[in-house]
């Protein structure tokens, strides 16, 4: 089956379910936390406006945007149980045709979640003048890291929600995720990396530095960290290739 | 006799559980066959390997003249409509675009979609969202979307259940007008005896996941035949004269006999001095049938 079709009809059957709203609410409060975090700060500290403003989505993101995204996935694969829609889609389109859709589904509503935070960025940079050119490849890099890390989870969350009727479970798997992406800034890099929110923070192009002394915070843009990019990609393709079998070997 | 459906060996087992065992179905085409038994019986896991919701252990299936597999599945399916156990709908969508999400899938033409809320008389509703249908309206709607592209076979698992009675005699109405209508070969389950009495041309009767009975609903009824019951001044000596009968509660049974036979058996037990206190024509009932077949409860 033609995959633009899957992803058509996956949209035509989010009619009335304003998925875009919870996107939209979570941008929101995002960009006003962005807002407010820049209202008292001096011309040296907006000179930091642009690797501020990434460092601080990076961070809320590890925590907000798998609840979100629990939020997101389980009403789109809710729709499929509560009606028994699979008994009659797996007699007319391919299963792995539907599961993709899902996926492409959510990942749309991800990446316009992602790049909101970009277009917010920048227009907050316009509004406060930050000082410093707009930095373009880490804009692009944060886009695509924040956006990979949305997708292994939507992924993750989306096997859970197609596999079991009750909703709580992939609600209660986004809560935990989202309540672990806080906690696992506190735990040592070996074990962060076993946290799939925690990448939204290890893939971010910048860090912080906290001067206790001076008491001051410092932004600075880290090297391409290749070798987790590598390990979260794999895992999703693994992930993806798993949840995918699986869901084809499904009996409704 | 041209087929729509048969199986071979069709199995399916879920660890020591075996719910469909060695079945050999043969659903004629431009008939209605009625796949009768109890609850439990296997009736809903056959029909869902028919439509490859459920994955068979062993066995093989052919519908419409060909062997289903992964690869073809879909391609067949075009030309089969569905509704298993309860209708499958999405809620927040009108029927209308429920029906919608059908046709799209299945490349079908724009005009389909009254076509099918016109069949099952639904057309006045619509666009309410099916969320609000009654129970009768949502099974219907299933009906409707299984008609869409006129299939040529349609499986419908237990398709009254919950309807009221205006509503089991509508879909039974609907069900037996479909071959006639428009073409289309029905298996249709039920756990009823008298609503596929009412409705099947074939019948084959599941139990404990085997197939007990296939054939027409008229031979089922032929396995009613009447049998003569006795009752004399002594049962002992008749049963010596009349090697074929069997002895029951104080009765004699015998076999379906023939006038001139009945006649006979009579005028050789008076002549052996043995007296007719009763004589009686007795009948199995469609129920005692399949109680025997399925050793259940019959349902009425």
Redesign the interface.
């Known amino acids: 089956m033609n995959a633009m079709k899957a992803l058509k009809l996956e949209f035509y059957k989010a009619r009335r379910k304003r998925y875009w709203l919870i996107a939209a609410a979570i941008s929101a409060v995002q960009a006003l936390w962005l807002i407010w975090g820049l209202r008292n700060m001096d011309a040296s500290q907006l000179a930091q406006g642009y690797l501020h403003s990434l460092y601080q989505f990076a961070v809320l993101n590890s925590i907000v945007l798998p609840v979100m995204t629990g939020v997101l996935v389980s009403r789109m694969c809710d729709i499929e149980h509560k009606g028994s829609a699979l008994r009659t889609l797996f007699t007319m389109q391919p299963s792995g045709s539907l599961f993709d859709a899902k996926f492409f589904c959510a990942g749309i509503h991800l990446a316009a979640v992602v790049g909101f935070q970009i277009a917010t960025i920048l227009m907050v940079g316009q509004i406060k003048g930050f000082s410093t050119p707009k930095p373009a490849g880490a804009l692009v890099w944060y886009f695509g890291s924040q956006l990979l890390c949305s997708l292994f989870l939507a992924l993750f969350l989306q096997i859970l929600a197609l596999r079991h009727i009750n909703q709580f479970i992939p609600l209660s798997a986004g809560l935990i995720t989202g309540f672990l992406g806080l906690m696992a800034m506190f735990f040592p890099e070996g074990v962060m990396r076993l946290v799939p929110s925690a990448y939204y923070g290890l893939l971010s192009p910048v860090h912080m530095d906290w001067n206790r002394a001076a008491r001051t915070v410092s932004y600075y843009q880290v090297p391409f960290p290749i070798m987790d990019c590598m390990l979260l990609t794999a895992a999703l393709v693994i992930l993806y290739w798993f949840g995918r079998k699986q869901f084809m070997k499904r009996e409704v | 006799m041209d087929y729509c459906i048969t199986t071979e060996n069709l199995t399916k087992r879920y660890g020591q559980e075996i719910p469909v065992n060695h079945i050999h179905l043969a659903v004629p085409a431009g008939a209605v066959y009625g796949f009768l038994g109890p609850n439990g019986a296997g009736k809903t896991t056959t029909m869902?390997m028919l439509?490859?919701?459920?994955?068979p252990t062993e066995g093989s299936i052919s519908v419409l003249g060909q062997n289903v597999n992964e690869k073809n599945r879909?391609s067949i399916?075009?030309k089969?409509g569905?509704l298993?156990?309860?209708?499958?709908?999405?809620?927040?969508?009108t029927a209308r675009?429920n029906l919608?999400?059908?046709r799209?899938?299945?490349n079908l033409p724009k005009g389909e979609i009254d076509e099918a809320l016109d069949a099952v008389r639904l057309t006045g509703t619509g666009n309410k969202q099916?969320a609000k249908f009654s129970l009768g309206m949502k099974q219907r709607l299933?009906i409707a979307?299984a008609l869409m592209g006129r299939p040529k076979l349609m499986i419908l698992d237990e398709p009254t259940n919950g309807l009221d009675p205006a509503g089991i005699q509508e879909m039974r109405k609907l069900i037996k007008s479909l071959p006639a209508q428009y073409g289309i070969t029905v298996m249709v389950s039920s756990h009823l005896l008298s609503e596929i009495d009412q409705i099947a041309d074939y019948v084959g009767i599941i139990r404990k996941g085997e197939l007990v009975f296939q054939d027409t609903l008229a031979a089922l009824h032929a396995k009613s035949n009447c049998r003569l019951a006795l009752r004399t001044s002594n049962n002992e000596g008749a049963a010596a004269l009349l090697p074929k009968a069997k002895h029951a509660e104080g009765w004699l049974i015998l076999p379906q006999l023939t006038d001139e036979k009945a006649a006979a058996a009579s005028l050789l037990l008076a002549q052996k001095g043995i007296g007719i206190v009763r004589m009686e024509v007795r009948e199995k009932s469609l129920e005692d049938i399949f109680l025997e077949m399925t050793g259940t409860e019959a349902a009425l």
């Open positions: 869902k439509l490859g919701l459920v994955h879909l399916l075009r089969v569905s298993i156990e309860s209708p499958s709908y999405y809620g927040h969508l675009e919608e999400i059908v799209s899938l299945r099916a299933g979307a």
